[in-house]
T-cell receptor, first 115, second 115 residues
């Protein structure tokens, strides 16, 4: 058990809808990362937060947004969903923001299916 | 362009046989290097990492990896594979500078173990 909790485990929704994925980082970890895993794109970095502030942005669509709350949990919001958004979404956490604070600890992911 | 490549999409080995999974990177300077494993339905788990120093790195579950600067490679090895090693393996790199410290993952290698 990595200590990172993601909910829900599975999500099935229709195109055009909006969903929220939730992540609780490992106790003591200040950084949260979101990744999208799909068969055609592999594991793609979306966004990172550190202690409530956005630190780095990757290939995140404008329809997607995230935030990290004072209790350090994070939410990833996906709106105007398209079929191509179907993927496994991972949250990971680490103690700090530097590489010496690696490794990343991954949750088990949320599998999103858009129909 | 900076990248990390895992040339083999699938690798099939017999239980008890040795294993080598390949990882090549393309960066101006030596990045920080990692191997992660993803079992079915699970998140990614760190096997080992290389920052500097001894080029042969020992990890968990009997895995090791060797950094070869001349070949820009960081191959993962195990002398005797167990059926429980069947999983997806990801090589990841963190650029040595720039401040973002965000791991970039290869496309993964799926390991199949025959009894």
């Amino acid at each position: 058990d990595s200590g990172v909790t993601q909910t829900p485990k599975h999500l099935i929704t229709a195109t055009g809808q909006r969903v929220t994925l939730r992540c609780s980082p490992r106790s003591g970890d200040l950084s949260v990362y979101w990744y999208q895993q799909s068969l055609d794109q592999g594991l793609q970095f979306l966004i990172q937060y550190y202690n409530g502030e956005e630190r780095a942005k990757g290939n995140i669509l404008e329809r997607f947004s995230a935030q990290q709350f004072p209790d350090l949990h994070s939410e990833l919001n996906l709106s105007s969903l398209e079929l191509g958004d179907s993927a496994l979404y991972f949250c990971a956490s680490s103690v700090g923001r530097g590489v010496n604070n690696s490794p990343l600890h991954f949750g088990n992911g949320t599998r999103l299916t858009v129909t | 362009a900076q990248s990390v490549t895992q040339p083999d999409i699938h690798i099939t080995v017999s239980e008890g046989a040795s294993l080598e999974l390949r990882c090549n990177y393309s960066y101006g300077a030596t990045p920080y290097l990692f191997w992660y494993v993803q079992s079915p339905g699970q998140g990614l788990q760190l096997l080992l990492k290389y920052f500097s120093g001894d080029t042969l790195v020992q990890g968990i579950k009997g895995f090791e990896a060797e950094f070869k600067r001349s070949q820009s490679s960081f191959n993962l090895r195990k002398p005797s594979v167990h059926w429980s090693d069947a999983a997806e393996y990801f090589c990841a790199v963190v650029p040595p500078s720039g401040g973002s410290y965000i791991p970039t993952f290869g496309r993964g290698t799926s390991l199949i173990v025959h009894p």
